[in-house]
């Protein structure tokens, strides 16, 4: 919309307005008096109307033109902020391209890295596997060993149990000799005792009490040591 418009129409209409009374006025007619009076107050109101227009056209100038600088300085710093945006933006361009740089070069390093891992990771399945096979063989020779070592104390004990039994019938038939053997002994003392009561002068007869009594103690010592022996080897 053009500022000037309303005050050109009026400044035109007070022309016409002028140019009107002055030719009435050149009549001289008293019929055209009246209408120069109302065109001279028709043209002191437009020249009213002019003024407050030209008024009210200033002001709308002026805000306006405030207006346009409101609206310059906004562009501005509208401007200031945009060329400040468009460095950040670069920056930020350039930062997430170095990043990018960065990301793929450690995407790079994480694949290699994960392919290494893999080829140790299938060594270790391998040395595993071939671990479990070895610990498999191991455990089935211990648990093989374990068998003939339980049956090797199965026959020990039975052997032990069986020795122990033997030696046990031994003892007890050692004993039983010790004791036929010390009763045996006890007779032959009391006989002799008695001989020597009765036959104080029979030497001979004494001789060969003695003789007998030192073969029933000979007897006696060699089934002590026999029986030593197998106690000892029983226990050994």
Not at 19 to 48: F, I
């Amino acid at each position: 919309m053009s500022s000037s418009s309303p005050v050109n129409c009026s400044v035109t209409e007070t022309k016409s307005l002028h140019n009107v009374a002055c030719e009435l006025l050149q009549n001289n007619s008293e019929s055209d008096l009246d209408a120069v009076l109302d065109l001279r107050w028709k043209l002191l109101q437009a020249k009213a109307e002019n003024l407050d227009l030209t008024i009210q056209h200033n002001q709308e100038v002026s805000n306006y033109e405030s207006q346009i600088i409101k609206l310059r300085s906004e562009f501005e710093r509208g401007e200031a902020v945009r060329q400040s945006l468009e460095y950040e933006l670069a920056v930020a361009r350039k930062d997430a391209h170095l990043k990018m740089c960065t990301a793929e070069e450690e995407l790079s390093d994480a694949k290699n890295k994960l392919v290494e891992l893999q080829v140790l990771n299938e060594n270790l399945r391998q040395k595993a596997t071939e671990t479990e096979k070895i610990f498999h063989n191991a455990q089935q020779k211990w648990e093989e060993e374990q068998q003939r070592l339980s049956r090797a104390k199965d026959d020990i004990s039975r052997i032990y149990n069986n020795e122990y039994i033997f030696l046990l019938k031994e003892r007890n038939k050692v004993e039983r000799i010790l004791l036929e053997l010390n009763n045996e002994l006890q007779n032959i003392r009391k006989k002799l005792r008695d001989v020597e009561v009765e036959h104080s002068g029979c030497s001979e007869v004494l001789r060969c009490q003695a003789r007998e009594l030192k073969c029933s103690t000979e007897r006696e010592k060699q089934l002590k040591k026999e029986l030593e022996v197998r106690l000892f080897h029983y226990c050994y």
